[in-house]
């Protein structure tokens, strides 16, 4: 191994020991409908990535956009994935879903957060994505 493999190795574990969250990571499909009622039904989802993450907030403060006829305040968030998580069979992509579902913040658990990007990169210590919170 040479000194720049070690180094990205040394910097790999530490980047998964700050992973204190745990996410779930998905891709919403169309919402079911039945129709001979006339009804939307459950929608259906696809898990890209379960696991530990670390979540952390890009910026303190959030700014406000008008969405919908109602102010929206977007907070970017960096959620961070092993680096040795295997690639998943679809790449993330932006509007798909991150659910904290559980850390050792009670604030961050149930924070649901919208992708916006992805960063690959083979000198990376972590698979990093960058997120939105639209609430």
Same mark, same amino acid.
Request: glycine fraction near 8%; hydrophobic fraction near 35%.
């Given at each position: 191994?040479?000194?720049?493999?070690?180094?990205?190795?040394?910097?790999?574990?530490?980047?998964?020991?700050?992973?204190?969250?745990?996410?779930?990571?998905?891709?919403?499909?169309?919402?079911?409908?039945?129709?001979? #009622?006339?009804?939307?039904? &459950? #929608? &259906?989802?696809? &898990?890209?990535?379960?696991?530990?993450?670390?979540?952390?907030? !890009?910026?303190?403060?959030?700014?406000?956009?008008?969405?919908?006829?109602?102010?929206?305040?977007?907070?970017?968030?960096?959620?961070?994935?092993?680096?040795? #998580?295997?690639?998943? @069979?679809?790449?993330?992509?932006?509007? !798909?879903?991150? !659910?904290?579902?559980? @850390?050792? !913040?009670?604030?961050?658990?149930?924070?649901?957060?919208?992708? #916006?990007?992805?960063?690959?990169?083979?000198?990376? &210590?972590?698979?990093?994505?960058?997120?939105?919170?639209?609430?």
């Amino acid at each position: 191994m040479n000194a720049l493999e070690a180094a990205l190795a040394a910097g790999r574990a530490a980047a998964r020991e700050l992973m204190r969250e745990t996410i779930l990571l998905h891709r919403l499909g169309a919402p079911d409908f039945d129709w001979p #009622t006339g009804t939307e039904g &459950t #929608t &259906t989802s696809t &898990t890209l990535y379960s696991g530990p993450a670390r979540v952390k907030a !890009d910026r303190p403060e959030g700014r406000e956009v008008d969405a919908g006829q109602q102010m929206v305040s977007l907070r970017r968030y960096t959620v961070s994935l092993p680096w040795s #998580t295997p690639p998943p @069979s679809l790449r993330p992509r932006p509007g !798909d879903i991150v !659910d904290v579902t559980a @850390s050792p !913040d009670a604030r961050l658990g149930g924070l649901r957060l919208w992708v #916006t990007d992805v960063g690959y990169g083979s000198t990376a &210590t972590a698979w990093r994505i960058t997120a939105e919170d639209r609430s």
